[in-house]
């Protein structure tokens, strides 16, 4: 799973072809323990996340919501991703 983004001990990674299990454009974040698929408007789909990283991972995706469907786009597509700024 290629990672996409990094920050505050978060990790965002993008599937190819991942469009199964959760037909609504996503990507997945990992903090400690927890793992989540998270949709490109913020909504948690499945998974859990402590409420101040999925606030973060929120704001991050709202900044970047172009990005996120652009690469979203491309791996559906098997096709490679730029890598996108962190939240700072």
Do not use: T
């Amino acid at each position: 799973m290629p990672e996409i983004c990094r920050f505050y001990n978060i990790v965002i990674k993008m599937l190819y072809s991942d469009n199964s299990q959760h037909y609504k454009p996503h990507f997945h974040a990992f903090f400690a323990e927890f793992e989540a698929s998270i949709g490109i408007d913020g909504e948690l789909l499945a998974g859990s996340m402590p409420v101040r990283q999925l606030k973060l991972i929120q704001a991050w995706a709202l900044l970047h919501e172009d990005e996120l469907y652009k690469a979203w786009n491309n791996a559906v597509k098997n096709e490679q991703f730029e890598k996108i700024e962190p939240l700072r």
